[in-house]
Structures are given as C-alpha cells and as structure tokens.
C-alpha cells in the first residue's frame, strides 16, 4: 500500500502563502498522476489541482488558478502545492491522493472515487 504524507499546513493570515508537500512511499511515483483535493467542514471533497506524470498536464479548479500552483520532483517522491493570496475561503483539510493512471483522470473535474491512494490530511486556516 502506497502511503502518502502531507505536511505544511497551518494558520496564516487572507493575502498569506503556504507550501503543501506530499511525499510517497511508492518508488513507482513517478509513474502515477497527483492531485490536491480539500474539504471544508459540512462540504464536499473537492479537487483543487492534479498534475500529470511527467508534469506536462495540469489543472486547477476556476477558483485557486492564478494563486495555486501544483508542483512535482519525481527523484524526491513529492508533490507540492504552493499556494499564494490565500482567501478565508480557502480554509480546509487539504488531502494528496494518487491516481492509478498517468494523467489526471477527468482533468478538472476530476472526482475522489478515481484516485486509489490518500494522504492523512493537512489543515489550511486562513484568518480574515
């Protein structure tokens, strides 16, 4: 079982930034799509960003494009996510998960049930 570890949550204030990371055990990483999901207390999951095997294709949903930006180091086993001009809206337990496939299975709409793999969680508070 492939065993995914977020880390670098925490509070900052609306206008902040902080940087997500997810490091995997797999040593077939390299091979597999990654993406960034979060959930807000009473919502949904929803996919934030997913990035393809080698990098070459990535998505974000309408709301963090411009501010987010999904990163990856195959040689480190990690994906990234740098998060820029945080919003309250913004709060969240942000999950990594890993896709069975190369490229991001339904590109922005990308759904949670096509992902095999999830991080703990890390949590995201940003203060107005």
């Known amino acids: 079982q492939v065993q995914l570890v977020e880390s670098g949550g925490g509070l900052v204030q609306a206008g902040g930034s902080l940087r997500l990371s997810c490091a995997a055990s797999l040593r077939t990483f390299s091979s597999n799509a990654m993406a960034w999901f979060r959930q807000a207390p009473g919502k949904e999951r929803e996919f934030v960003a997913g990035?393809?095997?080698?990098?070459?294709?990535?998505y974000y949903i309408d709301s963090v494009k411009g501010r987010f930006t999904i990163s990856r180091d195959n040689a480190k086993n990690t994906v990234y996510l740098q998060m820029d001009s945080l919003k309250p809206e913004d709060t969240a337990v942000y999950y990594c998960?890993?896709?069975?496939?190369?490229?991001?299975?339904?590109?922005?709409?990308?759904?949670?049930?096509?992902?095999?793999?999830w991080g703990q969680g890390t949590q995201v508070t940003v203060s107005s």
């Open positions: 990035i393809s095997w080698t990098g070459d294709s990535i």
């Open positions: 998960a890993r896709a069975p496939t190369s490229y991001v299975p339904g590109g922005n709409r990308a759904g949670s049930g096509r992902f095999d793999d």
